[in-house]
């Protein structure tokens, strides 16, 4: 007796469900946090601000930062966080940086500098106590 399969589409979907499955289950289980990512793209120019010693660019995105961080500082911790009582310790750690940040257009710039620079590390600290990936796309290289 010989069998003949006709359509070997359903063989298909099922081995494609099953390969993608864990893939959507991952995608279930990755933390989002709207407002810690507009933080951490905000850190991010910070750092390199800050790197540059360009206090006339801090200056300009200090606010929006300080804004940024205070939503973040007040967010309700997303319920799958992987570390809850971390995440709640590194708001309070930039709670305290946020407040230290007064008035950027006439606070010392070596002090508004060093605020602004210490952000980032709280926010890549904040993404790995939530469990969520820490990924900046790369501008391409500039010829020179």
């Known amino acids: 007796m010989k069998l003949f399969v006709r359509n070997r589409l359903p063989g298909a979907a099922v081995a494609a469900a099953a390969l993608l499955l864990p893939a959507l289950a991952f995608a ?6 709207p407002n810690l990512k507009k933080l951490d793209d905000l850190a991010e120019k910070c750092e390199a601000l800050s790197g540059k010693k360009d206090v006339a ?18 967010d309700k911790i997303p319920a799958n966080a992987k570390d809850k009582e971390k995440v709640k310790t590194l708001q309070n750690d930039l709670k305290s940086l ?6 950027p257009k006439t606070q010392d710039g070596e002090e ?5 620079a210490g952000v980032h590390p709280i926010v890549e600290q904040l993404m790995e106590a939530s469990g969520m990936p820490h990924v900046h796309e790369q501008e391409p290289a500039k010829k020179k």
């Open 57 to 74: 660019g801090l200056r300009k995105i200090a606010a929006d930062t300080k804004a940024a961080a205070v939503a973040v500082e007040t």
């Open 98 to 103: 946020s407040d230290a940040i007064e008035d």
């Open 112 to 116: 508004l500098t060093e605020l602004l």
């Open 28 to 33: 279930a289980d990755v933390v989002k946090w």
